[in-house]
């Protein structure tokens, strides 16, 4: 009776493990692309982080198989947003204030992949018109320049960037006024050294025009993640820093640069304008855009990484400032 007994309970085994959630046997998930996007407001008991006035806090969500890991924003003409993601997909939307339109989710190049080393998409620029822009991707240090709808691009992998490190590469990416890209790097080819490499570009880096080569000093314990433009010349710089625990929780600061003080070889620094930490709601914040107003301030929009975690959110800041 022992035999049967010991075979029977094998199989039973092996069918509660197959049958359990969780395990490599699992079912491949069917893919949602419904257009579906829900803003919800998040209340915060602040109305000022340093010289920036919040407008509102928002977080997102979306049943979007698509939707999620935001690590870059860009703002565009027409009123919208554009994000992109550490899985290569995007996210044109209508943030609150805006004239209302449905989201567009979809694939940078036009084709989903799960390969995040060559889909890591950390930073993205544009020029005035958005007919062109530039993203960039970290997991192969390279910059690709796209058309408006992201489909087909051309790549350059500069030279100066391939010693950067494939989790930490471009991270941060301006398109300035006169026409020169800032590239910022997130991690440090040296731990000692708190200084991060970082690039400018005469003009389109896809055309072949070599960098000047600097370095950048962010605010101590914090890495650049992304940077945009401002009408006058200035850029606006994000940093993001983790402290580990259970739970981690993040804290970002927000500094304002003068691209014009940028040497080769040099130390270029910013000034520090505001920082966001608990008990304000924080994340893992990415992705900045600036949209000039008619009265001289600026929108300033910041968008987190949840990175697909259910401990994390997709937050959206509105921020106004007043250079």
Same mark, same amino acid.
């Given at each position: 009776?022992?035999?049967?007994?010991?075979?029977?309970l094998l199989a039973i085994l092996a069918v509660?493990?197959?049958?359990?959630?969780?395990?490599?046997?699992?079912?491949?998930?069917?893919?949602?692309?419904?257009?579906?996007?829900?803003?919800?407001?998040?209340?915060?008991?602040?109305?000022?982080?340093?010289?920036?006035?919040?407008?509102?806090?928002?977080?997102?969500?979306?049943?979007?198989?698509?939707?999620?890991?935001?690590?870059?924003?860009?703002?565009?003409?027409?009123?919208?947003?554009?994000?992109?993601?550490?899985?290569?997909?995007?996210?044109?939307?209508?943030?609150?204030?805006?004239?209302?339109?449905?989201?567009?989710?979809?694939?940078?190049?036009?084709?989903?992949?799960?390969?995040?080393?060559?889909?890591?998409?950390?930073?993205?620029?544009?020029?005035?018109?958005?007919?062109?822009?530039?993203?960039?991707?970290?997991?192969?240090?390279? !910059?690709?320049?796209?058309?408006?709808?992201?489909?087909?691009?051309?790549?350059?992998?500069?030279?100066?960037?391939?010693?950067?490190?494939?989790?930490?590469?471009?991270?941060?990416?301006?398109?300035?006024?006169?026409?020169?890209?800032?590239?910022?790097?997130?991690?440090?080819?040296?731990?000692?050294?708190?200084?991060?490499?970082?690039?400018?570009?005469?003009?389109?880096?896809?055309?072949?025009?070599?960098?000047?080569?600097?370095?950048?000093?962010?605010?101590?314990?914090?890495?650049?993640?992304?940077?945009?433009?401002?009408?006058?010349?200035?850029?606006? !710089?994000?940093?993001?820093?983790?402290?580990?625990?259970?739970?981690?929780?993040?804290?970002?600061?927000?500094?304002?640069?003068?691209? %014009?003080?940028?040497?080769?070889?040099?130390?270029?620094?910013?000034?520090?304008?505001?920082?966001?930490?608990?008990?304000?709601?924080?994340?893992?914040?990415?992705?900045?855009?600036?949209?000039?107003?008619?009265?001289?301030?600026?929108?300033?929009?910041?968008?987190? %990484? %949840?990175?697909?975690?259910?401990?994390?959110?997709?937050?959206?800041?509105?921020?106004?400032?007043?250079?």
């Amino acid at each position: 009776m022992r035999r049967p007994t010991r075979i029977r309970l094998l199989a039973i085994l092996a069918v509660v493990v197959l049958a359990a959630p969780g395990t490599w046997l699992r079912t491949v998930p069917v893919q949602d692309l419904r257009p579906l996007l829900e803003i919800t407001p998040v209340e915060v008991d602040r109305d000022h982080i340093g010289e920036f006035a919040i407008e509102g806090v928002w977080e997102l969500r979306s049943a979007n198989s698509h939707f999620g890991g935001y690590s870059a924003l860009l703002a565009l003409p027409d009123g919208r947003l554009l994000a992109a993601s550490d899985r290569g997909r995007f996210l044109r939307f209508a943030p609150p204030g805006a004239a209302p339109q449905p989201p567009e989710f979809g694939a940078i190049g036009g084709e989903a992949t799960e390969n995040k080393h060559a889909v890591d998409a950390e930073a993205l620029a544009s020029d005035p018109a958005a007919d062109r822009i530039w993203v960039a991707y970290e997991g192969r240090n390279s !910059i690709v320049r796209f058309g408006p709808e992201l489909v087909e691009g051309e790549s350059v992998s500069p030279p100066a960037m391939r010693r950067w490190s494939s989790n930490g590469g471009p991270e941060g990416l301006a398109r300035l006024p006169d026409g020169r890209l800032l590239v910022l790097q997130e991690g440090r080819s040296d731990w000692a050294d708190q200084r991060h490499e970082a690039l400018v570009f005469p003009s389109d880096p896809v055309e072949g025009a070599p960098p000047v080569e600097f370095r950048y000093a962010p605010p101590a314990g914090y890495r650049p993640v992304d940077a945009t433009p401002l009408p006058d010349g200035r850029v606006l !710089i994000l940093h993001r820093a983790v402290t580990l625990g259970l739970p981690y929780t993040f804290a970002v600061r927000i500094a304002v640069a003068n691209p %014009d003080a940028i040497h080769a070889g040099e130390v270029w620094r910013g000034r520090e304008i505001g920082a966001i930490a608990a008990p304000l709601p924080a994340d893992n914040f990415e992705g900045i855009a600036a949209v000039p107003r008619a009265d001289g301030s600026v929108t300033v929009w910041l968008i987190s %990484d %949840d990175n697909n975690a259910a401990l994390q959110r997709t937050l959206l800041y509105r921020l106004r400032w007043t250079p």
